[in-house]
């Protein structure tokens, strides 16, 4: 993400948010992890044994560079080697719209994880509405740069989508955080249609349903 | 062609008496061979660098390839040149000798000090030749492992090496788990494939059918296979490169002449330099230890020992690895890779895996390469720090 909202410690709000959500101690997969800075904020607040995904070659080097345990590969496909129950946590930071399979992804999640983290960029959001609805183009925010040609996001979803994407991937919704334009986490009592509405980004946690 | 000097007697005179460290071992420690027999007396040629901590928790064993030996970062007795890895271990480097304690051993079977082919018979006071037992990567494991002992240490605090010592790498973590902290396999694979074992049976052919060869018994009749081994040695070499890399290094340019000259010398480059491979490498090696070293390495495929699952032989390995393969490596493609990395993680173990750019092929690990040397060193870090090893 191009200018994302960060906390005093210099660590990106929407990350130190995932990471609240993660035990001590946990066994984490992060898929999609970058260059690794989840994994380091994990690895530094919460102290858990950490790995990741990364389907970039220089983001891979980069993380294995830091010692951080990182393979490359890719979430479309790879996830389908783990087996079940294999961590606490998988995390899919900012990733899910650049799958291809978005469903066929969280399956996995919720297979090899106890619990499943999913942050996105929430398409729902008025900015976005506005710029479709009046400026009949598809949308450039701070958090999606891309024009719509060379984007790597190919599957965006809503907060109302996601919800629905849970029910048919078989997810229990345990938590549910949207974070607005400053990066401030939206109240609680608010109803779903205005975390859809006003959230820039939302952060779930899920685990198996039944 | 120009003619190698030394002899096979000097060779030999550094099998048995090697400028090296030798740890010896008698009849009441024999090495218990795969082939069945056990291997007693016999000894391991080393180099150690660096200094071995008080908790004695920071020893590094770097295992070496088909070609290579135990003089990893010191000048080579016999070819004068510097430490085969001396882009990776010194001080300083990745692989540090001011804080790590470095041991590389010569590989069972080898020709520099431990005991091989070469190496004299004490039943006979000669040679083994071809009587030597068949010797597998699981040997050369098992006797580093008896060295291990022999200097007091339990735990390795890392496993490094390329090819055939990342093989030696991984039969480490599979045969020794709990004496393996973390693992460097470098250019390797669980299993040489078919391609390998025909390529390796060319350059044993190259060997035998060579009249020197005298079915393994040149010492004894005062000979030696050198045009064998040297094509053994250039058939092989061409598999360490690519094309793009021999290409980039020599193309079609001809060797001190203008034109061809309509004959069968070294008119091109790129023979010019495979002659002088395989001449160099008669006069440092031994062609019997290239026929059972070569085929230690056929014989390797660490999945048959467990049911044909890979994973079931990492099955919950406390073993953290950091796999790395290079994309013009043609010999241990990056697929053979993938599968070390996919088994491990069947298994649940800590793995990072990294593929590095370079047109320079199976090569590539011994060379300088900036990002291959900065994924070692900090993979090595990381585990430093998680094994409580300060700086």
Known sequence: MADAARASSGARVDLILVSEMVDRGAKVLDVGC????????????????????????????????????????????????????????????????????????????????????????????????????????????????????????????????????????????????????????????????????????????????? | MVEATLEPADRARETDNPHSLVAHFDIDRPLKLDAGVELCPFQIAYQT???????????????????????????HPITQKSGWWETLVGPGLPVDTERYFIICANVVGACMGTTGPASTNPKTGHPWGLDFPVITVRDMVRAQAM????????????????????????????????????????????????????????????????????????????????????????GAHITYLSDAALHRKFGRRFQDRANPTFSFDADFQVESYLRHQGITFVERFDANSYLYLTRAMDYFDIAADHDGVLARAFKGTPTRFCVISFTSDWLFPTADSRAIVHALNAGGARVSFAEIVTDKGHDAFLLDEPEMLAIVRGFLDGAARARGLMR
């Open chain 2, 147 to 234: 060295l291990v002992d022999h200097l007091g240490i339990e735990s390795l605090f890392a496993v490094v090496g390329g090819s055939l010592g990342g093989m030696q790498v991984l039969q480490w973590t599979v045969s020794y788990p709990q004496r393996v902290f973390s693992a460097l396999p470098i250019a390797t694979s669980t299993r040489h494939s078919a391609q390998n074992i025909a390529f390796h049976e060319v350059g044993r052919q190259a060997i035998m059918a060579d009249p020197d060869w005298r079915q393994g018994r040149y010492f004894a009749e005062g000979t030696n296979p050198r045009r064998g081994l040297a094509v053994a040695r250039m």
């Open chain 1, 34 to 210: 970058g260059d690794g800075e989840l994994l380091r904020l994990l690895a530094d607040m919460r102290d858990v044994d950490g790995r990741g995904i990364e389907i970039s070659r220089e983001g891979v080097n980069e993380c294995v560079a830091k010692g951080l345990a990182v393979i490359q590969g890719d979430a479309d496909t790879d996830l389908a080697d783990y087996p079940d129950d294999a961590f606490d946590y998988v995390i899919l930071s900012q990733t899910l719209q650049a799958t291809r399979q978005p469903r066929v992804v969280l399956e996995h999640m919720l297979r090899i994880g106890r619990h499943a983290i999913v942050s996105f960029p929430n398409f729902g959001h008025w900015r976005i509405r506005l710029q479709v609805a009046l400026g009949g183009h598809m949308p450039h925010t701070d958090n999606l740069p891309y024009a719509w040609y060379e984007t790597p996001n190919i599957h965006f979803c809503s907060i109302k989508d996601f919800r629905e994407l849970c029910q048919v991937a078989g997810a229990k919704m345990e938590r549910a955080v949207a974070l607005n334009a400053w990066g401030a986490p939206i109240r609680l009592k608010m109803p779903w249609w205005v975390w859809n509405l006003m959230g820039e980004q939302a952060v779930f946690l899920l685990s198996r349903r039944g």
């Open chain 2, 49 to 75: 660098y660096g200094k071995l901590n008080a908790q004695r928790t920071n020893a590094v064993l770097i295992c070496h390839a088909l070609t290579g030996d135990q003089h990893v970062a010191n000048v």
